[in-house]
């Protein structure tokens, strides 16, 4: 069984910054791609920023804000986010392409951090 886990949302003030991170664990033989996604009140899920084969990738409304760092060893990603605004505010997902030690691959996600700017 694999799972995938967001940790470290919460509320936070304008200009504020916040570190997420997600692991993977259970039964995993590889975890290639991860990827962060956001989903804000009323609005579609969008894609934050992805990490694979040691390339980073941002969407453009969070590029220079927002890093994207990897520990591959512990099938962690994490996400810092710098200079907080309130339109930042929504639940963070976290997404991993997995291989499983049956050899099944699959794509996880996790069950959303919530994120809330505001003063």
């Known amino acids: 069984q694999v799972q995938v886990v967001e940790s470290g949302g919460g509320l936070v003030q304008p200009g504020g910054s916040l570190r997420l991170s997600c692991a993977a664990s259970?039964?995993?033989?590889?975890?290639?791609?991860m990827g962060w996604h956001r989903q804000a009140p009323g609005k579609q899920r969008e894609l934050i920023g992805t990490s694979s084969g040691g390339a980073t990738y941002y969407a453009e409304s969070v590029r220079g804000r927002f890093t994207i760092s990897r520990d591959n060893a512990n099938n962690t990603i994490h996400l810092q986010l710098r200079g907080l605004q309130p339109e930042d505010t929504g639940v963070y997902y976290c997404n991993a392409d997995i291989i499983s030690r049956s050899g099944s691959v699959g794509d996880y996600w996790g069950q959303g951090t919530q994120v809330t700017v505001s003063s």
């Open positions: 259970g039964s995993i033989l590889s975890v290639y791609n």
